[in-house]
Nanobody, 117 residues
Framework: QVQVVESGGGFVQPGGSLRLECTAS????????MAWYRQTPGKARELVAR???????VYGDSVKGRFTISRDNGKNLMSLQMNSLKPEDTAVYYC???????????WGRGTQVTVSG
């Protein structure tokens, strides 16, 4: 099993910044791609950003130019730097990891981000 834990959510005013982190832990874990998703009530979970094991990145259209995803493979850690936050960024943000050892897809429990003035 892989344990996935998010941190760094909170409340921020429009135009502000937050940094989310996700750690994945377990016995001899080998991670492939890692990603951030977000979800608001009544809507489907949407991709925010994804990073492969060789640092190729993909961003959702609504966050391009404002958010930056990164990872530290040695620590099984992924970060999301969120700048110029907007009220529409308010959501629960989930970490998702693809693991090749043990093989599987794993989600964290989510962290709330609220952008309001």
């Amino acid at each position: 099993q892989v344990q996935v834990v998010e941190s760094g959510g909170g409340f921020v005013q429009p135009g502000g910044s937050l940094r989310l982190e996700c750690t994945a832990s377990g016995n001899m874990v080998i991670l492939n791609a890692m990603a951030w998703y977000r979800q608001t009530p009544g809507k489907a979970r949407e991709l925010v950003a994804r990073i492969s094991s060789d640092d190729r990145t993909v961003y959702g259209d609504s966050v391009k130019g404002r958010f930056t995803i990164s990872r530290d493979n040695g620590k099984n850690l992924m970060s999301l730097q969120m700048n110029s936050l907007k009220p529409e960024d308010t959501a629960v943000y989930y970490c998702h990891v693809e693991s090749s050892n043990p093989r599987g897809l794993y989600w964290g429990r989510g962290t709330q981000v609220t952008v309001s003035g």
